[in-house]
Each structure stands twice: as C-alpha cells, then as structure tokens.
C-alpha cells in the first residue's frame, strides 16, 4: 500500500513537497516515481529514481523538481520548486517492486495559482 501526502494550493514560484510511503508488506522496492495527470491528457511521467539512486526527469521538470528516496522508510519525495500553473495536476506516487509489478497511490491534487 502506497500513502501519498496531501498536495496543496501553491502560488506560482512557490513550492511544495510530496511524500509518499510504502507500508503493509516486505517487499523489495526497485524503482520509485511519479506521475501526474490533467483532465483530458494521458498521465504523464514526472520523475523517477532507482534503487540506486539514478533519477530521471520530464523535461518540463528539469531543474526544479527533485525527486528522493529513504529506501529505510520504503518512501519517495518530491520537492518541486518554481512551480507553474502548468505543474498543476493529480499526482500520482508508484513502486515497483521484485518481480515486476507496479504498486500506485492514491492520487494527490496539486493546484498552482495566485
């Protein structure tokens, strides 16, 4: 089970940190992400890091999100910084973990507006 964080109504250029914590089984995790989706669009990648700590990004994130993990907690962050009204969606937390299959959270709304 995935527990994401609550997202929040942030002003343009402002910022915002997700979370999102893995509980409820021993499982081994190997990759950790995000994404994130618009009413009428497909879901979109934001971010995701491996086990070892390799991240990969959107480009449209580049340079101000963050992604992180704390493999003790089984939990993922997302620092996301200068954020634009682009940047406002549902975000979605995922693990994938031995054996190839994906877990998801619940999804979190993150608004940016003034």
């Known amino acids: 089970q995935l527990q994401a964080s609550r997202g929040g109504l942030v002003q343009p250029g402002g910022s915002l940190r997700l979370s999102c914590a893995a509980s409820?089984?021993?499982?081994?995790?190997?990759?950790l992400g995000w994404y994130r989706q618009v009413p009428g669009k497909q879901r979109e990648l934001v971010a995701v890091?491996?086990?070892?700590?390799?991240?990969n990004y959107a480009d449209s994130v580049k340079g101000r999100f963050t992604i992180s993990r704390a493999n003790a907690k089984n939990t993922v962050y997302l620092q996301m910084n200068s954020l634009k009204p682009e940047d406002a969606a549902v975000y979605y937390c995922?693990?994938?973990?031995?054996?190839?299959?994906?877990?998801w959270g619940q999804g979190t709304q993150v608004t940016v507006s003034s």
């Open positions: 995922y693990a994938d973990v031995l054996g190839g299959v994906r877990h």
């Open positions: 890091i491996t086990r070892g700590g390799n991240r």
């Open positions: 409820g089984s021993n499982f081994i995790i190997n990759a």
